[in-house]
């Protein structure tokens, strides 16, 4: 076979030619921390399969400074456009073996990506530099030169040569350790074959808790110092994980020891390295005594979803990154399956709700997008890290699980993982695996809402058949604006699980046509039917309107959360899409009052915010704030003062009740209560409930002066726990005064601020209710400096909130100001935000009016 002597121009620009495979890394790296810079060798076993002159791998901000194939210097070009290195022999390279070692320098970034810097400030006021890792999707190529692509799958040995009063961590334990002139040569153990973006390494003054022995495999915290404390929750949730993960997939964990490491500064939530995940320190580092439920349930949620890609993720990988939503939406349903094994009493699969909630609400778009979609460079993929990804994937798979039932679908994860241990798949692999287990076709079901956007609503009629009255189903797409001229295919349908209970009796139907092929008889022809029984359907419901009127007190008591929820999101969505009106929907969340679960009030507080942004300032805003005390109120007084021993979900709704009543209420009692509750948790933080701490923070800034906006700027400074630092953080975006909140805009670009939090603080100051039309205009006329400080992908996120500025002065001037400054890296996002600020603005314009005259007619 003839030698190819490859032209880099010809090649592909996103994925390396096939032909040379590597098998092992030896990466040694020495930084230094103190001018933020590092030296490394790589040596990578190479397997060619044909012969070959040259090399085509990938390097991005990489200074080469040598490079020998088989021990012979060879030349090298570095493509920096398409980040690739392309390396020369100076003769042919034979099939077989062979070794390529590269020696490089580098700089540690700030753009938290590939090898970047992270810092802290001791109590004494001294900065200390931590270096650490991120390289998911395409960074592992700016630590080290290396074939980039998830189906590169190889053997990481890593070795660090750190100032010797440095801690360091990599993925495998450490096996060896040389200490010469204050420095240490540190090795840790060869990793399992797996994909670049799951290297990892950290070094700096950290401190590590000791570990926990999990049935063999040790399992440990890393943190900046003086932070052991705040270790507890993380170590115990996580080696439940580890445990329970075992268990679920039927596989032992694949690798040797777990650390969890908490950094200062990271860009994402956290990072599933093999061995060696990395967090922000608000989702690992919590004091349980001082912390809400949800901040509680975060630092769950997070560390059980990144072990849970130990396996699926981690041991089994997608071949390319079209595959990543599968990748997060499987790591999402795992994290809610694993946080309702450890905190039954939490209900997380009916929380999972409201997030799916925000899944519906962009795919009610039409810039909504197909779950799976064609990937052919990696900044292709970046558009997926959304709420289509992983609320949506997650609760398909979550339905599908429902639908097979829990063990036949557990069975079949565990088959797919045995069969693609190590290796590199497809989605349609996971279908086809549950089919097998379980006989469904499970292939066609999926692919319908893979690759299908939108979901549909499904209409429930009673209908005459053969003299008995029984059950019709019909289904159509959902979408917020549902005028003629977006009318869809007639061919747009889902295959559809559909669960129904009538007459105490559950029965399941795949609808997977536009209707049902024959009406479905019904136990209970004059009873009650619910549709979506449980609740975990990826659709919303239509009841006729016989079938809504059975819906009465006695049967809404009788519903689980999760149904109830259903019927007030639905409420909500259908005013959002004109189906009914404003004025129609107020009397309906009034219906509610009696209620006593948190999800559902979820639901109704969410829908009477959005409620709130329909009308101006005036007697009409009065009366409905009155209407608001008056439905929430008296379920806050009948849960009276937190006791000992109630459950966590009781003293959420208490928290959400008293920001509900003290600032969409605007209830002065409530609010001066809040007041004495600040007071008091400022004082001492153990004595005043978390939740009403959380709340009372909320109300006493939406309500607060200057006075009180320095002190949350003083708590946020010196505050004792990410969380409490966070609470009072974000808070400052709730001042109802345009003066203070330009000041938190103008806080949130100082150096005060992390990068990973500033661009959130922002976000919800353009949320503000009264001022946030200011802050957006802070954020359009610093729109250079943001894109410059903050991480790329929160720029998107930034923004998110310019939906709710609901005029048509504003839809005009926003689309005007991005028609000129894109965010490339998320113009879908972009687009789905725009869309939903038209579809605010459409639902003010169509609603405001009369919901006002209703509002102060009744009250007039
Ligand atoms: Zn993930």
């Not at 560390?303 to 079209?322: I, K, P, Q, S, Y």
């Not at 959400?656 to 004082?683: I, K, P």
């Not at 709340?695 to 800034?701: F, I, L, N, R």
């Amino acid at each position: 076979m003839s030698a190819t002597m490859l032209d880099p121009d010809t090649l592909d620009p996103y994925r390396l030619p096939a032909g040379v495979e590597p098998t092992r890394y030896d990466v040694r790296l020495r930084p230094d921390l103190d001018d933020g810079s590092f030296v490394g060798t790589v040596r990578i076993d190479l397997d060619v399969a044909s012969a070959t002159r040259s090399l085509v791998l990938n390097a991005a901000e990489l200074e080469i400074v040598s490079c020998s194939i088989d021990g012979t210097d060879a030349t090298w070009e570095l493509l920096a456009e398409s980040e690739r290195l392309v390396v020369t022999a100076a003769a042919e390279i034979a099939p077989g073996s062979s070794r390529l070692t590269i020696e490089f320098v580098g700089v540690l970034n700030d753009k938290l990506r590939g090898f970047y810097r992270s810092t802290y400030t001791d109590d004494d006021g001294t900065e200390h530099v931590i270096a650490t890792t991120q390289m998911q999707a395409t960074d592992c190529r700016r630590a080290f030169p290396c074939w980039d692509e998830p189906a590169f799958k190889a053997v990481f040995a890593i070795t660090l040569d750190v100032a010797d009063d440095l801690t360091a961590i990599s993925n495998g334990p450490e096996v060896g350790r040389t200490n010469a002139d204050g420095r240490s040569i540190i090795r840790f153990a060869d990793t399992m074959k797996m994909s670049s973006y799951l290297v990892a390494f950290v070094v700096g003054r950290l401190e590590t808790t000791e570990p926990v022995d999990v049935d063999g495999t040790p399992l440990r915290i890393a943190h900046v110092p003086g932070k052991g404390h705040l270790t507890e929750l993380g170590l115990d949730v996580g080696a439940f994980c580890l445990r329970w993960f075992q268990e679920y997939y039927d596989i032992a964990y694949p690798s040797d020891k777990v650390d969890l490491v908490a950094l200062p500064d990271f860009a994402a939530g956290a990072m599933e390295n093999l061995g060696c995940i990395t967090f922000r320190e608000s989702l690992l580092l919590i004091d349980p005594a001082t912390s809400t439920q949800f901040e509680r349930q975060m630092v769950v949620d997070v560390v059980a979803h990144e072990l849970a890609h130990m396996w699926f993720g981690d041991l089994v990988t997608m071949r390319w990154w079209n595959g990543i939503w599968l990748n997060e939406a499987f790591a999402t349903f795992m994290e809610v399956a694993a946080c309702e094994a450890y905190r039954p009493d939490w209900e997380r699969w009916t929380s999972f709700g409201v997030e799916r909630t925000l899944a519906f609400d962009t795919d009610s778009l039409d810039n909504t997008r197909s779950v799976e979609f064609d990937v052919r460079s990696p900044a292709d993929a970046d558009g997926m890290f959304d709420v289509l990804t992983y609320q949506k994937g997650g609760s398909l798979l979550r339905m599908l699980e429902q639908y097979l039932g829990a063990e036949e679908f557990r069975a079949g994860v565990s088959h797919y993982l045995r069969t693609h241990s190590y290796g590199n798949t497809e989605t349609n692999d996971l279908w086809d695996a549950i089919e097998e287990t379980s006989g469904e076709p499970v292939r066609r079901i999926m692919d319908s809402w893979i690759w299908q956007p939108g979901y549909p609503i499904v209409r429930a009629s009673i209908v005459d058949h053969d003299g008995t009255a029984s059950l019709e189903l019909t289904q159509r797409r959902f979408r917020f604006d549902s005028r003629a001229a977006h009318a869809g295919p007639a061919d747009e349908v889902w295959a559809v699980p559909v669960h129904v209970r009538n007459g105490g009796i559950v029965t399941t139907v795949l609808l997977d046509g536009a209707e049902t092929v024959a009406p479905l008889p019904l136990v209970d022809p004059t009873g009650a039917v619910i549709v979506n029984a449980g609740g975990s359907g990826y659709f919303r419901v239509d009841y006729d309107d016989t079938l809504r009127s059975r819906l009465s007190a006695e049967v809404l008591a009788e519903m689980s959360t999760l149904e109830r929820y259903n019927l007030v999101d639905d409420a909500w969505a259908a005013t959002v899409a004109g189906d009914l009106s404003a004025t129609e929907l107020l009397p309906l969340l009034e219906a509610f009052g009696g209620e006593r679960d948190h999800a559902v009030w979820q639901a109704v507080v969410i829908a009477l915010r959005g409620l709130s942004r329909l009308l101006d300032d005036g007697p009409a805003f009065e009366a409905f704030r009155a209407r608001v005390r008056a439905l929430a109120a008296p379920a806050l007084a009948d849960l009276g003062e937190p006791i000992d021993g109630e459950s966590d979900l009781t003293a959420k709704l208490r928290g959400l009740l008293v920001g509900a009543v003290g600032v969409l209420g605007g209830d002065v009692g409530t609010q001066a209560r809040c007041r004495e509750l600040f007071d008091a948790a400022s004082r001492d933080p153990r004595s005043v409930d978390p939740e009403l701490t959380a709340a009372a923070t909320s109300v006493v800034a939406a309500t607060g002066d200057q006075d009180t906006y320095a002190r949350l700027r003083d708590g946020f400074l010196g505050g004792a726990t990410p969380q409490d630092k966070l609470r009072q953080l974000y808070a400052l975006a709730e001042f109802d005064d345009e003066a203070l909140l330009l000041e938190t805009c103008q806080f949130a670009m100082t150096g005060a601020v992390k990068t990973q939090n500033a661009p959130f603080l922002l976000r919800l100051a353009i949320a503000n209710r009264r001022h946030g039309a200011a802050a957006w205009a802070f954020v359009r006329d610093h729109w250079a400096e943001a894109n410059d400080r903050f991480p790329s992908n929160t720029i998107g996120r930034m923004v998110d909130t310019v939906r709710l500025l609901n005029t048509p002065e504003l839809v005009d001037e926003v689309a005007g100001f991005f028609a000129v400054h894109p965010i490339e890296q998320a113009a879908k996002t972009l687009d789905q935000v725009l869309e939903r600020q038209r579809v605010n603005t459409a639902l003010r314009t169509r609603d405001g009016e009369e919901f006002a005259a209703a509002l102060t007619a009744m009250y007039g």
